[in-house]
């Protein structure tokens, strides 16, 4: 079974991806933020991490940077979740090392295409 981790200090969001994602038979890790993400990464595998971009403590673009400087995650999927459209902001996503982007609010079938894209 494939594990994903969602990280969004929104409580919502974490239900809605994480139903959707359990419902399409993924197992799902949540944390609140960055550093509970961090906190979370013990070493079990995971084929994407689908994080949300403004939060508290550590946002999604310093986490996706942090991540890459991990040897056991360094190549694992990020996917940025965000309701940010700037260029700017999806520019800094990619230099962090962010695989992929979705502008919320997203529709389950949108969000389940992106995971298939990413997770092989």
């Known amino acids: 079974m494939k594990t994903i981790m969602t990280v969004d200090d929104s409580s919502t969001v974490r239900q809605m991806a994480g139903l959707v994602l359990r419902g399409a038979g993924y197992q799902v890790i949540e944390a609140v933020d960055g550093v509970d993400a961090l906190s979370k990464l013990t070493g079990q595998e995971l084929n994407l991490i689908l994080t949300d971009l403004n939060m508290p403590n550590m946002d999604g673009i310093e986490l996706t940077r942090r991540v890459r400087m991990l040897p056991n995650y360094k190549f694992v999927p990020v996917v940025l979740l965000t ?38």
């Open 83 to 120: 309701t940010e459209t700037q260029p700017e902001k999806k520019q800094q996503g990619k230099a962090a090392g962010a695989t992929a982007w979705i502008v919320k609010p997203f529709q389950p079938d949108q969000l389940l295409a992106v995971v298939k894209k990413v997770i092989t």
